[in-house]
């Protein structure tokens, strides 16, 4: 009998994908991002993708700027 439709294979289960970085770390590289001239808002959203932090913890800081 054929085998039909889809169908998924997991090799390794996800593991912790937030990375250990400190507010003081995401802190100094929002300063350097905008004093280069980026817009806050695009250093909050490039911070938390590269760093896969949430938004809302890099916003947090940014906002204590």
Known sequence: QDVRGEFVLVVEGAG????????????ELLVQRINAGM?????????????????????KI???L
């Open 16 to 27: 912790e994908s937030i990375c250990e970085i400190s507010d003081e770390r995401i802190r």
């Open 39 to 59: 817009r806050k808002s695009d250093a909050v959203k490039q911070i938390a993708v590269e760093f896969d932090q949430p938004k809302n913890r890099v916003y």
């Open 62 to 64: 940014a906002n204590d």
